[in-house]
């Protein structure tokens, strides 16, 4: 099979060790005659997958034991409105107010966040860097933020713009923060107890698409509005532990097997050294001279999505074409934005990478 390097910013790479353990395991898991995909999310082998991988993550991020951890659907996108509708009941109807939703406005995806939000509450920007087209994260210290608001909605890396938290955000007094870490979860360490809600798309750093995490504080379980589907009400989906419908069996087995990869690899702070030093590689090939730029602020650029482009636009079509042969995939930029964009996430080898770099030099220079 040819050596590809998959630079999508997802559905995105898988670790090879788990791949291949899923293929071996695809008609027969653990001696049971059954594959994952055939089995009963009730059943004893299911419940048993189920229940290792959710404590590995929890061992993996340190997540304090007040948090539940919800494997549910939707997506991210899904999230934005289920968690409005799980939140916003904790502050409706105090003083005779509409209740408010605070936002950091960072770029696309927190931007679709602020639009399904205003389905369910007045949404304020608290901040936002719209201006200078998402190139950095808003000093906290210019947050406009709400006294007793439903929450503070931030998304800590931006998929599409490539800009990522280099700090804790904070909200005022008992007002929870929700933060959307889809594309960053896993990359790095997190002080789980910063944060009321924690919610992340899998298909980016942990697993298929279809299944979504969601870390929510105790306290914030039982606060939906009564238009809240049942399936989607936190407390309802953390009493049946996830199970209240089928949830996504086969997505939850390979994000498992991921969660016991990493634990092999040494956890999240082994794997944010490396990203760490992929993330240096990169962008020192980017700014090295002018063919290639990155837009983002030195102190707000993600480790996880790079985008770049090319000084002369028109060489795109033959760049990607050229990274296409060389096994250099899906690096075209979102429509949004354009340019190119290379994903670099956990799975992402060092020597993809260095592939890439490589790439670069060699089409500057020609």
């Known amino acids: 099979m040819t050596q590809v390097f998959n630079f999508s910013a997802g559905p995105a790479v898988l670790p090879k060790e788990v791949l291949q353990q899923a293929a071996s395991e695809m008609l027969d898991w653990n001696g049971s005659g059954m594959s994952v995909m055939e089995m009963s999310h009730r059943g004893p082998e299911f419940i048993s997958i189920y229940k290792q991988a959710e404590a590995d993550l929890r061992e993996l991020l340190a997540v304090p034991p007040n948090y539940k951890i919800l494997f549910m659907q939707g997506g991210g996108l899904g999230q934005n409105a289920i968690i409005p509708m799980n939140l916003v009941g904790r502050v409706q109807g105090r003083a005779n107010a509409p209740a408010v939703i605070d936002f950091v406005h960072t770029g696309s995806w927190s931007g679709k966040s602020i639009k399904e939000a205003a389905r369910y509450a007045q949404v304020k920007v608290a901040a936002s860097s719209q201006a200078e087209r998402f190139t950095r994260v808003p000093a ?208 992402m080898p060092i020597e993809g990478v260095q592939a890439l770099v490589d790439y670069l030099n060699e089409f500057a220079g020609r």
């Open 140 to 347: 906290p210290d210019t947050w406009k933020l709400t006294e007793g608001a439903a929450y503070l909605h931030v998304c800590t890396n931006e998929t599409i713009d490539g800009v990522e938290y280099n700090f804790v955000p904070r909200a005022l007094g008992d007002v929870p923060v929700v933060a959307d870490m889809s594309s960053h979860i896993l990359s790095r360490p997190i002080d789980v107890s910063q944060y009321g809600v924690i919610f992340a798309g899998a298909q980016k750093n942990i697993g298929p698409a279809g299944l979504t995490l969601v870390i929510v504080r105790e306290d914030l379980l039982d606060h939906a509005l009564a238009i809240c589907p049942s399936a989607f009400h936190w407390k309802n989906v953390a009493e049946h532990e996830s199970m209240f419908n089928t949830p996504p069996t086969y997505a939850i087995y390979i994000a498992g097997l991921v969660f016991a990869h990493l634990k092999r690899q040494g956890g999240v702070a082994a794997m944010e050294a490396r990203n760490i030093e992929k993330a240096r590689l990169l962008y020192e090939a980017l700014d090295r001279d002018d063919f290639y730029s990155n837009r983002v602020e030195h102190s707000c650029r993600s480790r996880m999505n790079i985008p770049f482009y090319l000084r002369d636009e028109s060489l795109n079509e033959q760049f990607l074409a050229g990274a296409k042969a060389r096994g250099l995939l899906q690096l075209k930029g979102h429509k949004s934005v354009g340019g190119m964009r290379a994903s670099i996430y956990n799975a």
